[in-house]
C-alpha cells in the first residue's frame, strides 16, 4: 500500500493518472475531505514540475489549487474537482468554455502581496527549442514558420506588455470545476508577458481541430483573451503563432512528426487570422 507522511493524515490512496513525469494519487483527509497527491518521478526535467510547486504556494489559492503541505518531490494538493473545461465545453459550447478559461486566467494574473518565487523560468529560456530550430533552418537557407515565429518570440520578448508570473501551461485540460469553482492546475512557473499564458488555449481541446483550425473560433478567442489582458487581438495571435512553433519544435525534438505537423497547420490558421488584423 503506498505511503505516504504520517503528518500529512491521509488514507484510502487510489492511483486516478500516471505520467512520464508524475502519480496522481486521489486521497482522503482526516476530515473526510478529498486532496490529491502529486508524487514526482525522478526525469529530466523535475525543475520544470518543481517551479510550478512554488507558482502554486506564491498564488494561494487566488484561481489556482492550493499547494497543502510537500515531502521531497511529492504535494499534498486541495482537490480541484473532477469536472475538466473540455467536457463544460462538449456540453455547453466553446465560446462558454472560452469565457470561463479568460476568467480563471484573470485570477491568475490578480495583484498578489507576496513576493514572487524567484526561481520562475525565463519566458526567453522558455522559448530556446523554438530558437534552436529557427536557428537551424536558418544556416540551411530556408524561411520556415519556425524562423517566422522566432522572429515574433524576439519582438514580444524586447518589446513585453508587461512582465508576470505565469502558469505556463494553461488548457482545457488543467482548468477543473469544484468546490471552488473553476481552478487550474498544474503549473509550470514561467516569468514573462501576460499573452503567453492565452496562446495554449489556441491550440486545445488536443482532438478538436475543427474548432483549433476554425477562424471564427480563433478571432473570438483573440478578441476575448485580449480584452482579459488589456493587449490587442493582434499581439495575442502573435503569441499564439510563437507558442505554436514553440510547442511544434518540442515534437520534432521529440522526434513526433504526427503532433508537429498537427501544431505546424494550427500555427498557418491562427497566421490566416493574423495576416486580417
Not at 482537490?79 to 465560446?95: I, K
Amino acid at each position: 500500500m503506498q505511503a505516504f507522511p504520517e503528518r500529512w493524515k491521509v488514507s484510502a490512496p487510489e492511483l486516478i493518472a500516471e505520467t512520464f513525469s508524475s502519480r496522481i494519487w486521489k486521497v482522503t483527509r482526516e476530515d473526510g475531505s478529498p486532496a490529491i497527491v502529486k508524487d514526482l518521478k525522478p526525469f529530466d526535467d523535475v525543475a520544470d514540475e518543481l517551479r510550478g510547486e512554488h507558482y502554486l504556494a506564491w498564488r494561494r489559492g487566488e484561481g489556482a489549487v492550493r499547494l497543502l503541505s510537500r515531502d521531497g518531490h511529492r504535494m499534498l494538493l486541495e482537490y480541484a474537482g473532477d469536472r475538466l473545461l473540455s467536457e463544460h465545453l462538449a456540453e455547453h459550447g466553446d465560446d462558454a468554455a472560452t469565457a470561463i478559461a479568460a476568467g480563471v486566467m484573470a485570477k491568475l494574473l490578480s495583484p498578489s502581496g507576496h513576493t514572487p518565487p524567484p526561481d520562475l523560468q525565463p519566458l526567453r529560456e522558455r522559448y530556446v527549442s523554438l530558437f534552436r530550430v529557427a536557428k537551424a533552418d536558418r544556416g540551411a537557407g530556408r524561411t520556415s514558420l519556425y524562423v517566422h515565429a522566432a522572429d515574433i518570440a524576439e519582438r514580444l520578448l524586447a518589446e513585453p506588455h508587461e512582465i508576470k508570473p505565469l502558469h505556463g501551461d494553461l488548457h482545457h485540460d488543467n482548468i477543473l470545476f469544484g468546490p471552488r469553482g473553476w481552478l487550474a492546475i498544474d503549473p509550470k512557473g514561467v516569468l514573462g508577458d501576460p499573452g503567453f499564458d492565452a496562446a495554449n488555449m489556441f491550440y486545445n481541446p488536443l482532438d478538436r481541430d475543427d474548432l483549433c483550425l476554425d477562424p471564427r473560433r480563433i478571432e473570438h478567442m483573440a478578441d476575448i483573451f485580449g480584452e482579459t489582458l488589456g493587449q490587442s487581438p493582434r499581439a495575442i495571435l502573435d503569441h499564439a503563432i510563437a507558442y505554436g512553433c514553440l510547442s511544434a519544435a518540442w515534437h520534432r525534438e521529440d522526434k513526433n512528426a504526427v503532433d508537429e505537423n498537427r501544431e505546424l497547420a494550427v500555427v498557418e490558421a491562427i497566421r490566416k487570422v493574423r495576416s486580417r488584423c
